[in-house]
């Protein structure tokens, strides 16, 4: 696995993210993916982002695994009981995915399914430990496999948490280590400053981190996203200069190619590339890190 020998060799690994399409016409994912193969270590196919029906990660991931493309499978809490968490699990290490990525999933609120039920049937440090029980040989309810999974397990880390949260937020990752991840992805990340009480606790050797690179696509967009996530901080001279800007798309990319570039210097595990619907894009950004 692509991903994997990076992360084991210490060498800066590129995810970008690959969202499956709202129907089952996937030739736009497809060639936007081909485009940039060769240059990205894998491909974080998301499971309904923000709560927005979409063809499922395990369809999406299934897709570009065909096409030669190594791909992430994330994997929410919100949507799946137990029996069906397992079951895609057990379908994707079957058909070669071996890389996932456990997340407890958006509010449904966020969502275009207002009156979708929330499921939660298991949280996400149980859903780690299903991993590593199916690796074991044997699914929640201590019955034997026929035949074992074997993953390359991934998560999410609050870089930005502070305080008390901070205390909590490390805990819970030394208990994400314990359950068998290595390597985390942050929210996006546009001002290092912003996560140095985080750095300074955090012990990168344990797990790599890998911050989410997010590409703006307006100043509307940085200014809504700055007043209302808690978890990602966009300076105010970077919206400014994102204001200033004659060519503000080509600013925004910038931008991107930068920060990237930035998290490479200063020894992160990678970074997470996300276009959120601008993946042409990501040639030139990919060309601007110098990958």
Request: net charge negative; glycine share 8%; proline share 4%.
């Amino acid at each position: 696995m692509r991903l994997k020998s990076k992360l084991d060799e210490g060498k800066f690994a590129i995810l970008a993210e690959m969202e499956p399409p709202k129907g089952v016409d996937v030739s736009t994912m497809v060639a936007n993916a081909t485009r940039v193969k060769e240059r990205v270590d894998a491909f974080v196919v998301p499971d309904m982002n923000d709560a927005v029906l979409r063809m499922s990660s395990l369809g999406g991931a299934l897709i570009l695994k065909e096409k030669g493309m190594e791909p992430v499978m994330q994997l929410s809490c919100r949507d799946r009981n137990r029996l069906a968490l397992q079951a895609d699990l057990l379908a994707a290490s079957a058909c070669g995915i071996n890389n996932i990525m456990v997340v407890r999933g958006e509010d449904v609120g966020f969502g275009d399914h207002h009156q979708a039920k929330a499921v939660y049937d298991i949280e996400l440090l149980e859903l780690l430990d299903v991993t590593q029980k199916l690796q074991r040989g044997q699914d929640m309810a201590g019955i034997g496999l026929s035949g074992s999974p074997r993953f390359f397990v991934g998560s999410v880390v609050n870089t930005a948490a502070e305080g008390k949260a901070l205390d909590l937020e490390l805990e819970e990752m030394d208990k994400k280590i314990e359950e068998g991840v290595q390597f985390f992805v942050s929210p996006p990340l546009f001002d290092l400053a912003s996560i140095d009480p985080f750095l300074k606790r955090v012990d990168r050797r344990k797990g790599r981190i890998i911050p989410t690179v997010l590409l703006l696509k307006s100043v509307g967009m940085a200014r809504y996203i700055d007043r209302n996530n808690d978890k990602v901080h966009i300076p105010g001279a970077l919206i400014e200069r994102l204001q200033n800007a004659r060519d503000r798309v080509h600013e925004c990319t910038r931008i991107v190619v930068e920060t990237a570039s930035t998290l490479r210097e200063e020894g992160f595990g990678g970074a997470h590339l996300s276009t959120v619907g601008w993946e042409d894009k990501l040639p030139e950004i990919l060309e601007g890190i110098g990958i």
